[in-house]
């Protein structure tokens, strides 16, 4: 069956250390998103990508950057870890006007 | 102000209780209305999907928009424990980029 893997599941770090998650996909879909979720807050979206070699900022982007080499990949890169990035991160994806499938998720915490 | 407001809850009602969660929101030109279960460190997974004004069942489920009042309803019957989990709704515009209210959490009790 097709799905999407987030990793690591959780993960503890330090302010300032450059974090990378991974979101891996088999739907063979064209658009990628990464969004974080915080209590009061919902699904905010940080970046998106409508194919390989198409990045968008979303809401949120400061301080993130994700890039597209390949259609089943789209890496999450926290520059320089900040204690305001404490979160936990979904990875979802569709193909163009249908609905997102959704990652489990990686809680990330930086301390 | 969000551009769409949801009751964060929690909800907490009795086994076979119909249960009601709402959403509004401010933009007249979202088109497409999706409502999302989430389980406990889970991602969320889609429940239902409209595009137009009027119902759409499925099973015991049913999505309600009304985009005269800007206000989604999604309707659970003869709800069960296993229903407990956090709701979302989301909607979006003619574009793949979904806005998503914060979220209800119901617990249903035996």
């Known amino acids: 069956d097709a799905e999407i893997t987030q990793s690591p599941r959780h993960k503890i770090t330090e302010t300032g250390r450059q974090v990378t998650l991974a979101c891996h996909q088999t739907?063979?879909?064209?658009?990628m998103f990464w969004y974080r979720q915080d209590l009061g807050h919902g699904l905010r979206l940080i970046h998106y990508?409508?194919?390989?070699?198409?990045?968008n900022k979303g809401e949120v982007s400061d301080g993130y950057s994700v890039s597209r080499s390949n259609t089943e990949d789209l890496p999450l890169t926290l520059e320089s870890a900040a204690s305001s990035q404490t979160s936990v991160y979904f990875c979802?994806?569709?193909?163009?006007?249908?609905?997102?499938?959704f990652g489990d998720g990686t809680r990330l915490s930086i301390l | 102000q969000k551009e769409v407001e949801q009751d964060p809850g929690p909800l907490s009602v009795p086994e076979g209780a119909i249960v009601s969660l709402n959403c509004t929101y401010s933009?007249?030109?979202?088109?497409?209305f999706m409502w999302y279960r989430q389980y406990s460190r889970k991602g969320p997974e889609l429940l239902m999907y409209?595009?137009?004004?009027g119902n759409k069942e499925d099973g015991r489920f049913t999505a309600q928009v009304d985009k005269s009042s800007k206000y989604i309803s999604l309707f659970i019957r003869d709800s069960q424990p296993s229903d407990s989990a956090t709701y979302l709704c989301?909607?979006?515009?003619?574009?793949?980029?979904?806005?998503f209210g914060t979220g209800t959490r119901l617990q249903v009790f035996p």
């Open positions: 990508s409508y194919g390989v070699h198409d990045t």
């Open positions: 409209t595009y137009s004004s």
């Open positions: 739907w063979n879909h064209n658009n």
């Open positions: 933009n007249s030109a979202f088109q497409y």
């Open positions: 989301a909607m979006r515009f003619n574009t793949d980029k979904l806005i």
């Open positions: 979802a994806s569709s193909n163009g006007g249908e609905p997102q499938h």
